[in-house]
């Protein structure tokens, strides 16, 4: 059964702190893994997709990697701000469907 | 380009009532999924629809019930309510069930059972 777990859960940083977010997941035998970002009580918004070939994925400030054989993902921030505080969740796409972890919700602070 | 469009915004139920929640997919996609987030949790996948038929389904009673219709837009019933059902449902949008397909998610539907 495919497990999915970020670490930390929560994660508290002053503006301009480059950042590292951890995603694990027990079996390597994934197609794609998509990175969210979900703002309190709202819908997910698709950050990254990484898929199952591929090594890593950028978008602007924000840097997805992705190493099948040991089962991690890493979301990587730079220069954080106060609008990217939020829950940052990631997600394994196996068979069609999403598998999620917990996530991690962030807090830049001014 | 319209995004995913997912109605009611809130919703209030009592135990053991009914209810359903509608998903008009992003355009140009063809399959719709269904999760269910609880409060601090990630989502978790209820079922997936494609071609007006249900193709997958995560670990939910039969409670959970959904239907396609030929415009690619959904809609998940849920009888006999229960406490536990309380929380964010999620529709997601893709191209085909296809495993290499990025997902799309609406704003959800909060429902509170009293």
């Known amino acids: 059964k495919q497990e999915v777990t970020q670490i930390p859960a929560a994660l508290s940083v002053p503006e301009g702190e480059n950042l590292v977010l951890n995603c694990s997941f027990t079996d390597s035998a994934i197609y794609n893994l998509q990175w969210f970002r979900q703002d309190p009580g709202k819908g997910l918004t698709s950050l990254l997709l990484?898929?199952?070939?591929?090594r890593e994925q950028t978008s602007g400030r924000l840097n997805a990697s992705l190493d099948k054989s040991s089962g991690r993902s890493t979301l990587y921030i730079a220069a954080s701000q106060p609008g990217d505080s939020a829950t940052y969740l990631c997600a394994v796409i196996k068979g069609g469907k999403l598998i999620f972890g917990q996530g991690t919700t962030l807090q830049v602070k001014p | 380009d319209a995004g995913v469009t997912q109605s009611p915004t809130h919703l209030i139920k009592t135990r053991g009532q009914q209810v359903t929640l509608r998903c008009s997919p992003k355009s140009g996609h063809d399959t719709v999924s269904w999760y269910q987030q609880a409060l601090g949790q990630g989502p978790q996948f209820i079922f997936q629809?494609?071609?007006?038929?249900?193709?997958q389904r995560g670990n939910f009673p039969d409670r959970f019930s959904g239907h396609q219709f030929p415009n690619y837009s959904s809609e998940l019933n849920v009888n006999a309510l229960l406490l536990g059902d309380s929380a964010l449902y999620l529709c997601?949008?893709?191209?085909?069930?296809?495993?290499?397909?990025?997902?799309?998610f609406g704003p959800g539907t909060r429902l509170t059972v009293l």
């Open positions: 629809y494609y071609e007006e038929e249900e193709r």
């Open positions: 997601a949008s893709s191209l085909n069930p296809g495993t290499y397909n990025e997902q799309f």
């Open positions: 990484i898929q199952s070939s591929q």
